[in-house]
């Protein structure tokens, strides 16, 4: 069983969008998130909000690259955006273990810490973070209002 | 991804992103380069327009490395968004930030 999302209001079904299948790499996962930007600078979206994007997706699909099951470490990844009139959304499926997105903590590592600000820059960018588990794939939800 | 030895200093400019996909690379490059008269390691962020989690975490690496060594490490010239990325994180009472 997959995880079931809530589907898009009728009339945002037609909101522009970008799917990508992304090998399971940190190199094409980069990528992906250049591909993103490159997609909402097209649509017209700021370079602050095109920055966030691509910050958030990168971290997203590195995650999903990182922390990916043993027998899933060659499975693509799937990332989707969708450009509604008030808000970008964008959907990133892991084939992960999965984690409890509300006990995660959501302050900063000590500034000596090398690693462990992923979600926070995450949190810190969007407007809204859900993880939805599902039975061998996971998806990360992120929003953000768009500026214009 | 430029290195220039001065004589108490090393310069890094010309990176375009410190990200997960060249922050390891880098960071190898840096300590290679460095020499014990080093005291300095100045890194030139005017062409950097990405910096990820595990760029910043490279970068706290590279701040403690030279500290332990009895110098510095100056981060020159952010982008506004780069900048923004250190404020957000908190890395700005961190790491020496300066504009040049």
Known sequence: MTAVLPAAPPELEFAPSLELLVPSSI??????????????????????????????????AKNAVQYARNEEKET????????????????????TEGFDLASWPACLPPNENESGRG????????????????????TLVLQKARSR | MNIKPHVQKLLV????????????KLLRRIKAA????????????????????????????????????????????PCRQVQQLIEFT????????AST
């Open chain 1, 27 to 60: 190199v094409a996962a980069r990528r992906a998130a250049g591909d993103v930007r490159t997609f909402l600078a097209q649509h017209g979206l700021d370079e602050a909000e095109q920055f966030a994007w691509e910050l958030c997706i990168a971290e997203a």
């Open chain 1, 76 to 95: 693509p990844l799937h990332i989707e955006v969708r450009l509604y009139p008030r808000i970008v959304e964008a959907r990133v499926t892991d084939h």
């Open chain 1, 119 to 138: 979600l926070f820059l995450m949190r810190i960018y969007m407007d809204k973070v859900k993880y939805v588990p599902g039975d061998g794939a996971n």
């Open chain 2, 13 to 24: 400019s010309g990176t375009e992103e410190i990200s997960a996909v060249n922050a390891n």
């Open chain 2, 34 to 77: 460095l020499r014990p008269n080093h005291s300095c390691l100045d890194i030139d962020l005017s062409a950097t327009r990405f910096i990820d989690s595990t760029g910043l975490g490279i970068l706290v690496g590279l701040h403690q490395f030279m500290q332990e060594r009895n110098g510095k490490m100056r981060l020159l010239s």
């Open chain 2, 90 to 97: 908190r890395l700005n009472r961190f790491f020496e930030v």
